[in-house]
């Protein structure tokens, strides 16, 4: 649905393009002039028309170069094993996120020490570079990766939402507690194993 939205939004901006260009309103004037008489709605449905065609036709090769060039990309980023310095900064990147959800999981039990209002980053601020070393590692490894960061955001939602309560209320919410601290607990073994994942990968 969201690729169908986007090649319509394309066609609707390279159709609107054309009709409005330059050289359509100069085709149209030149040819009043020459037929000495005001252009028909017929030709102006066939122009509308033929300006579709041709704006589906530009949408289409605009979608595919982009996917092509995304698809060159990959295929590059693929076939570069990392270096050994980025593959101790993915390490450091997945450590980050085992340590940061076992430190709120643990947080979530003593609500003393909960800071209200608080909105908890689970995946450190170089997770992109992280997630295409990641890739470089394999594919298998770099989906576990955006899984794992699916559910670190997961994570962050139910946080704050509990932050956020007053903390004569958050005692009401315990199954919303303890489904957080499961969630954080997952987020923690996903972090885990993607670690050890890595260290073999880079030894192959």
């Given at each position: 649905?969201?690729?169908?939205?986007?090649?319509?939004?394309?066609?609707?901006?390279?159709?609107?393009?054309?009709?409005?260009?330059?050289?359509?309103?100069?085709?149209?004037?030149?040819?009043?002039?020459?037929?000495?008489?005001?252009?028909?709605?017929?030709?102006?449905?066939?122009?509308?028309?033929?300006?579709?065609?041709?704006?589906?036709?530009?949408?289409?090769?605009?979608?595919t170069i982009r996917a092509e060039n995304a698809d060159k990309s990959l295929?590059?980023?693929?076939?570069?094993?990392?270096?050994?310095?980025?593959?101790?900064?993915?390490?450091?990147?997945?450590?980050?996120?085992?340590?940061?959800?076992?430190?709120?999981?643990?947080?979530?039990?003593?609500?003393?020490?909960?800071?209200?209002?608080?909105?908890?980053?689970?995946?450190?601020?170089?997770?992109?570079?992280?997630?295409?070393?990641?890739?470089k590692l394999g594919t298998t490894l770099h989906g576990d990766l955006l899984?794992?960061?699916?559910?670190?955001?997961?994570?962050?939602?139910?946080?704050?939402?509990?932050?956020?309560?007053?903390?004569?209320?958050?005692?009401?919410?315990?199954?919303?507690?303890?489904?957080?601290?499961?969630?954080?607990?997952?987020?923690?073994?996903?972090?885990?194993v993607a670690l050890d994942a890595t260290t073999k990968l880079a030894d192959?």
């Open positions: 649905m969201r690729n169908a939205y986007s090649f319509a939004k394309a066609v609707l901006r390279h159709w609107g393009s054309l009709l409005t260009s330059g050289l359509a309103v100069a085709a149209l004037e030149v040819w009043e002039h020459l037929a000495q008489r005001p252009v028909s709605a017929r030709l102006y449905g066939l122009i509308a028309f033929g300006g579709v065609i041709v704006a589906c036709y530009k949408a289409w090769l605009e979608q295929s590059e980023t693929l076939s570069t094993k990392p270096n050994d310095t980025e593959i101790a900064e993915l390490q450091r990147a997945l450590a980050s996120v085992r340590d940061d959800t076992q430190h709120w999981a643990k947080r979530l039990g003593a609500w003393g020490t909960l800071p209200r209002n608080a909105t908890p980053k689970l995946t450190p601020d170089r997770w992109q570079p992280a997630l295409q070393i990641a890739a899984q794992l960061e699916g559910v670190c955001r997961d994570a962050e939602r139910e946080i704050a939402d509990l932050c956020a309560l007053p903390e004569s209320y958050r005692l009401a919410r315990q199954g919303q507690i303890n489904r957080t601290i499961g969630i954080l607990s997952n987020a923690s073994k996903c972090a885990s192959q």
